[in-house]
């Protein structure tokens, strides 16, 4: 099986790699649109703001590229939310390819902004992504913005109300945690997406 | 709900780990890779390395372990040491660290935490303040506290700069309280209670822990996001699974669940 994480600048990309390793998937490191398009899985990772992230994929010439993949594709953290139709940072309008907007959280005297740190999944709806996952998993984000619940959200996370912890639509779904780093919890999950 | 983080610290001096009372006279506690591994396995939240030796000698933090960490890690860590400008911390976070912890670089150039957030996001900035409290009562910054020989006091309040880095984007700010450092007497809950007031970003309590008692009056007195401790933690006298137990039965929420070894 062949795993592309596309490398659209972001930090977390070793990190994401060498949990794919600790699964037995050596996946390389491309930002090669034909290397993308005939990949068994491609994975979006990401940290960093919508805008640059954006402007780094029309860069590269991927945003049609991603657009036109019909193979299972994860977006991670940032990588999710340009998966979606627009992003509140920046102002920027993303891939497109869920449609869902990214919003910033409120912050409020008891809600720190960013939410750093370890918090329980909730599945919504069922999903092979979801396989095996229980009811109160933690895993571990780091963000200022986030999807809202809706439509295509099939995990759920509390922080001063609910947000959407993992989306899916159709061939692309996106997780808002950091998989990489949310210990045996995170395994699995990534360990799903290779198996979808 | 978010769960309170317990973190433990590994400083490292020459690709170890070592500890020291009151950052001063450091022996050797371990291989990097061994001990991050173990506090993995025993339930850690999260691994903050701090490079000790590297800010005061003038040099950035050393890749090589922090790829090995990254490559055997599955929870998030951080590091620190010496990072100066923005390619540097680039450096660290390629090799696979979550974040990057600054603290003297910042105070000899503030401009610094700009750039970081800018760059890479205010969630990748974390800033460490070393605090330590004068003769008038006034807690004041302090500089380059890795060498004894080299540590300088700054008229800089510790309030004020905490606000500072805020508005600069920190993302997260992790308080060393000195006073308490290294003597187990507890947090300084005192110093962490007024700080809270005005740090708007998640706060990590640094120095002091002892027993876990210290660590509940940390999440329940002064309402911190994360505890950090080193030397308890290295020497065994507290199990991160007990302490965990214990904290929830005290009624903090801490992540228990898939937390210990492999399913």
């Known amino acids: 099986m062949s795993v592309v994480l ?7 990309i070793g990190s994401v790699r060498y949990a794919l390793q600790r699964l ?56 999710m939310q340009l998966l979606c139709a627009h992003s509140a940072e920046g102002d920027t309008d993303c891939l497109d390819v869920i449609p869902a907007n990214v919003s910033r959280f409120q912050e409020t005297p008891d809600l ?39 439509e295509y959200t099939l995990a759920s996370t509390d922080y001063g109300g609910g947000f959407s912890a993992v989306i899916a639509k159709d061939n692309f779904h996106g997780m808002q945690f950091h998989p990489e780093r949310s210990a045996n919890v995170g395994a699995k999950l990534l360990k799903n997406f290779l198996e979808l | 709900m978010l769960s309170r983080r317990i973190i433990p610290c590994l400083d490292v001096r020459d690709g170890k780990v070592v500890k020291g009372v009151r950052f001063r006279d450091h022996v050797v506690m371990g291989e990097i890779v061994d001990l991050a591994l173990r506090y993995r396995d025993e339930g850690a939240d999260e691994l903050v390395f701090y490079d000790i030796t590297a800010s005061p000698e003038g040099r950035s933090v050393d890749r090589g372990w922090v790829e090995r960490v990254a490559r055997v890690i599955d929870i998030p860590f951080c590091v620190a040491g010496g990072i100066r400008s923005v390619d540097e911390a680039r450096a660290v976070l390629h090799a696979g660290a979550d974040k990057i912890s600054v603290n003297s670089p910042a105070l000899e150039r503030p401009e610094l935490v700009d750039e ?9 900035v974390v800033v460490g303040i070393d605090s330590m409290r004068d003769a008038d009562g006034e807690w004041r910054v302090r500089q380059y506290t890795g060498d004894p020989s080299k540590t300088r006091s700054l008229s800089r309040r510790t309030i004020d700069w905490m606000i500072e880095v805020q508005r600069r984007g920190a993302g997260e700010i992790v308080l060393n309280c000195m006073d308490s450092d290294g003597v187990r007497k507890g947090y300084d809950l005192e110093q962490l209670g007024k ?26 007195q002064a309402r911190v996001d994360g ?17 965990k137990r214990y904290l929830q039965h005290q009624g903090v929420v801490v992540r228990l669940q898939g937390s210990c070894g492999h399913e």
């Open chain 2, 195 to 220: 700080v809270r007031a005005v740090c708007h970003v998640p706060l990590i309590a640094s120095g002091g822990a002892g027993a876990v008692e210290h660590f509940r009056d940390a999440f329940t």
């Open chain 1, 24 to 79: 037995g998937v050596d996946a390389s490191l491309t930002s090669d649109a034909a290397q993308i398009r005939t990949a068994d899985k491609v994975i979006l990772p990401g940290v960093g703001a919508a805008g640059p992230g954006m402007a780094r994929l029309r860069e590269l010439g991927l945003v049609d590229v991603i657009r036109g993949l019909t193979q299972p594709v994860l977006g991670v953290c940032l990588g």
């Open chain 1, 112 to 150: 720190c902004v960013p939410h750093m740190g370890w918090n329980r999944l909730s599945t919504v709806a069922r999903h092979p992504l979801l396989d095996h996952l229980e009811e109160g998993d933690w895993a571990y984000f780091v963000h200022s913005y986030a999807v809202p619940m809706g």
């Open chain 2, 116 to 124: 970081l957030a800018t760059a890479f996001g205010v969630q990748c």
């Open chain 1, 6 to 12: 596309v490398d659209a600048g972001g930090t977390n």
């Open chain 2, 227 to 243: 505890a950090l401790a080193a030397s308890v933690f290295h020497s065994g006298a507290i199990g991160i699974p007990d302490l």
